[in-house]
């Protein structure tokens, strides 16, 4: 009984910064793991960052030293701080995260609806 909703996104030009949003509501009990990932027309969908309860961060290697995404426990949120777009970097990027609504049933994985990020040239 979680949803994730993603706010953010848009049209940038190149070189540009965007920034996502991504909060969880419900009966959260906790959250572990949260992550984006992001999909082009006709490829599969990639993971893009990663960051534990910890706070212990994964990068796909396309966006390590542009992209950081970051979180606020108090809010149920995380965010993907997104700098120096490229062209490459147009998708549909989609939040993600590991739930507990109960303390008996085992975590639950949520997707957020998708939000559109397109970079012009």
């Known amino acids: 009984q979680a949803l994730l909703m993603q706010s953010g996104g848009g049209l940038v030009q190149a070189g540009g910064s965007l920034r996502l949003s991504c909060a969880a509501s419900?009966?959260?009990?906790?959250?572990?793991?949260m992550g984006w990932y992001r999909q082009a027309p006709g490829k599969q969908r990639e993971l893009v960052a990663s960051?534990?309860?910890?706070?212990?961060?994964n990068y796909a290697d396309s966006v390590k030293g542009r992209f950081t995404i970051s979180r606020d426990n108090a809010k149920n949120t995380v965010y993907l701080q997104m700098s120096s777009l490229r062209p490459e970097d147009t998708a549909v990027y989609y939040c993600?995260?590991?739930?507990?609504?109960?303390?008996?049933?085992?975590?639950?994985?949520?997707w957020g609806q998708g939000t559109q990020v397109t970079v012009s040239s």
């Open positions: 419900g009966s959260i009990v906790s959250i572990n793991a």
């Open positions: 993600n995260a590991d739930i507990i609504t109960t303390l008996v049933l085992p975590r639950r994985n949520y």
């Open positions: 960051i534990t309860s910890g706070g212990s961060t």
